[in-house]
């Protein structure tokens, strides 16, 4: 062997050796990253329920409890800014901290039902392409009263809620909800209960045009984004331009305000997104996949979009490639079978997500629960 080769072989030798400690380093990483979550609806759970509760959820694999303590309209924790129904966080945190889960807090981002906002500051609600405001006649349902996510005043707003929580010492972190526009299509397994047939985006679902934004749109690409919302206007750039500028109210709102907020008091920020993040661009204008925050709860409701398990998969997949957070595959159980629970998460967790997360609390029963405690013995701790 000459000198040339053998230091050569060294070389591979010395590169496959980093290589793979690289790769049992990612191995390491993406095992204690693993995790479960459930989504625990407001209820009026007894502290005997909820340490019943708890204890089945921590001995069934689930880590992270995600607590709604702001439905667009109430506070459920001690908030000065808020109004408060009651403080299920200050009576939750204990009994969550005896079976080691975490707590993140789930709040509701965009829809504001708060009557001294809707009365004191109409200006700050979302508007569609029909010119119909949010506030007076919201889409689908009542309590769709979407603000403006581009709006600084509403930023401002959002972001005071997320630094109230991020101040609360017992809490893991901070969960956004509906951190997007109103939906432009709902999933297609939910048009017949609205009456509805959503082919395309039609202007009546479409949001984005409050007299603010279509002002700052104008001032910088000299055009009135409405008039491409109602068809008016067919100019393939401005509307490329019009699209990126819906997404960016909403990716600025998270990366400037809120993940800042939460980071800042050393909160970690989730949040629960669309499928995709091709279907949330379209559906909800929301390009999670630019969001600053530190996992990702993707909604893979499949039975809203009449598909099967493997879709499940297929969103998981690309959600994985897409960010490089973790990404825990939310799964809607209320009508699941646990067999079919645990096939979904498995095909979840072998499409790349680093564990599931589920809707809800409400929906668990022994059979659930077990199916769970089979799906964690088969997962990594």
């Known amino acids: 062997m000459n000198r040339r080769s053998f230091f050569q072989q060294l070389v591979n030798l010395a590169l496959g050796s980093a290589l793979a400690q690289v790769s049992e380093t990612f191995a390491m990483l993406k095992q204690s990253t693993m995790k479960n979550w459930i989504w625990a609806p407001v209820n009026e759970r007894s502290l005997d329920q909820w340490k019943r509760a708890l204890a089945s959820a921590r001995s069934s694999g689930i ?11 109430h506070a459920y924790f001690a908030s000065t800014r808020l109004p408060v129904k009651s403080d299920l966080l200050s009576r939750v945190l204990p009994l969550a901290r005896a079976e080691q889960i975490e707590v993140h807090a789930w709040m509701w981002s965009m829809p504001c039902s708060v009557p001294d906002i809707l009365a004191q500051h109409p200006d700050w609600y979302n508007v569609n392409a029909l010119g119909d405001s949010a506030a007076t006649k919201p889409a689908y349902v009542e309590y769709y009263k979407f603000i403006d996510p581009g709006r600084p005043e509403v930023r401002e707003w959002v972001q005071g809620i997320v630094r109230e929580l991020a101040a609360v010492p017992e809490l893991t972190g901070v969960h956004l909800d509906y951190i997007r526009h109103p939906d432009a299509i709902l999933p297609k397994g939910l048009w017949k209960k609205y009456g509805i047939v959503q082919d395309r985006v039609y202007p009546q679902y479409d949001y ?14 000299g055009a009135d984004p409405i008039r491409i919302g109602r068809n008016e206007l067919h100019d393939p750039a401005l509307e490329q331009h019009w699209r990126k500028f819906q997404l960016d109210m909403v990716v600025d709102l998270v990366n400037d305000y809120l993940a800042p907020a939460a980071h800042s008091a050393g909160k970690t920020i989730t949040a629960a997104v669309f499928p995709g993040p091709s279907l949330a661009r379209q559906m909800v204008r929301q390009d999670w996949q630019r969001f600053q925050v530190d996992a990702f709860l993707p909604m893979l409701y499949n039975s809203f979009y009449e598909t099967g398990p493997d879709w499940v998969g297929e969103m998981t997949a690309e959600a994985v490639h897409a960010v490089d957070k973790p990404v ?28 599931i997360s589920l809707f809800s609390l409400d929906s668990m029963n022994s059979a659930r629960w077990e199916a769970l405690r089979k799906i964690s013995l088969a997962t990594p701790a």
Do not use: C, V, W
């Open 328 to 355: 825990y595959s939310g799964l809607f159980i209320q009508d699941m079978k646990p067999r079919i629970l645990i096939d979904t998460a498995h095909i979840a967790r072998t499409s790349g997500a680093s564990g």
């Open 208 to 221: 984005g045009y409050s007299n603010y934004e279509r002002a700052r749109f104008a001032k910088q690409f």
């Open 63 to 73: 880590q992270a409890l995600l607590l709604e303590i702001y439905d667009g309209r």
